[in-house]
Nanobody, 116 residues
Framework: QLQLVESGGGLVQPGGSLRLSCAASGFTLDYYAIGWFRQAPGKEREGVSCISSSGGVTNYADSVKGRFTISRDNAKNTVYLQMNSLKPEDTAVYYC?????????WGQGTQVTVSS
């Protein structure tokens, strides 16, 4: 059964850092682009970053450029999101996503709260 599991969220002060992980099971990540999305209370889910299957191409939302870095370790079947210089507006539930065989798969999400 295909599954994505996010981890690494938590409570951090403004200016702090977190690294999120998205571990896949039931399939091999190697051939798929992976995206990170987030959803804040009362807002729609938005794209944060994505990475190509090889890791050679990455994209970021303007709001996180220069602060977040997406990477992948295909040997560990895991994608990461390094988040630095966090701001209160980064507070949200973060999800990873893969489009596999024409079907959208999402993890359960991990809560990130940026607050002093």
């Amino acid at each position: 059964q295909l599954q994505l599991v996010e981890s690494g969220g938590g409570l951090v002060q403004p200016g702090g850092s977190l690294r999120l992980s998205c571990a896949a099971s039931g399939f091999t990540l190697d051939y798929y682009a992976i995206g990170w999305f987030r959803q804040a209370p009362g807002k729609e889910r938005e794209g944060v970053s994505c990475i190509s299957s090889s890791g050679g191409v990455t994209n970021y939302a303007d709001s996180v450029k220069g602060r977040f870095t997406i990477s992948r370790d295909n040997a560990k079947n895991t994608v990461y999101l390094q988040m630095n210089s966090l701001k209160p507006e980064d507070t949200a539930v973060y999800y990873c996503h893969v489009l596999w065989d024409g079907v959208d798969y999402w993890g359960q999400g991990t809560q990130v709260t940026v607050s002093s």
